[in-house]
């Protein structure tokens, strides 16, 4: 989620990082119960308005939008099929359910809306300064401390897990179906756990000697303006709209 190429210039960087890690933690927690399709497509349009005022690079976000998708398909191949219900339509033993189709439908509307939020409100925004932003809003701070380390080092197992790859291969390592196969992925798997912990007691060997005592120091200085308010406001508004459109359309049901 957090990655360079969404931290960019745009309207929203000047928002307060704490007041949009909050927005996006509300808007996932207001849409994610919601049951009516047209509070649901009003919560993606909300979510899209925002992706736009981000302003993200078109190609990495076709890559995350699409990696949900393609979660989502699965659901689309399975839910209408299983689900008990009305058919809409039928295929010899094939039976697509409306309640099926719906809650896939449900899905689609309610995961894109809530990605679409924090690509726009907490990926714009780089590791460190939403580490600090996080344990600003009160998170325990071993779970920042967590979050920060793996922010900064999944990238350099990812390496190590590359390299390891890239040796094996020139050593005649073809990946099949077979048990040597999954011997040598296991032997690699613990080279790189081994890596890994050694890697770990560097590092905090170097940090004890930079006088580390359990805590990130942050440079970035927060602080809150009238438009950080003015956008918290205006989101919660918002929010607001969908959730009574929630209820006109459960009153309606």
Not at 52 to 69: D, E, M, T, W
């Amino acid at each position: 989620m957090f990655d360079q190429p969404f931290v960019r210039p745009s309207p929203l960087q000047g928002v307060d990082p704490r007041v949009r890690l909050a927005c996006a933690g509300l808007f996932a927690a207001c849409l994610a119960p919601l049951q009516s399709l047209t509070a649901c497509a009003l919560g993606l349009a909300l979510g899209c308005v925002l992706l736009a005022a981000a302003r993200p690079p078109l190609l990495p976000l076709a890559r995350r939008l699409g990696a949900v998708n393609i979660f989502i398909l699965f659901l689309w191949c399975v839910t209408p099929l299983t689900m008990p219900g009305p058919a809409l339509a039928q295929w010899g033993v094939f039976t697509v359910t409306v309640p099926g189709v719906r809650l896939a439908l449900l899905a689609t509307l309610k995961s894109n809306a809530i990605v679409c939020a924090f690509l726009a409100l907490a990926a714009t925004m780089d590791a460190p300064t939403a580490g600090h932003a996080l344990e600003r809003l009160g998170c325990p701070p071993k779970l920042v401390f967590l979050f920060l380390f793996t922010a900064r080092y999944i990238h350099v197992l990812a390496q190590e897990w590359h390299a390891l790859l890239v040796a094996a291969r020139l050593r005649g390592f073809r990946p099949r179906s077979d048990l040597r196969t999954y011997r040598t992925l296991a032997s690699l798997l613990g080279l790189l756990l081994v890596r890994s912990y050694e890697r770990s007691i560097r590092v905090r060997e170097a940090m004890l000697l930079r006088g580390f005592t359990g805590r990130f120091r942050s440079v970035a200085v927060f602080r809150a303006r009238r438009g950080d308010a003015v956008f918290a406001l205006g989101l919660a508004a918002a929010l607001s709209a969908v959730l009574l459109m929630e209820g006109l359309g459960r009153t309606h049901g």
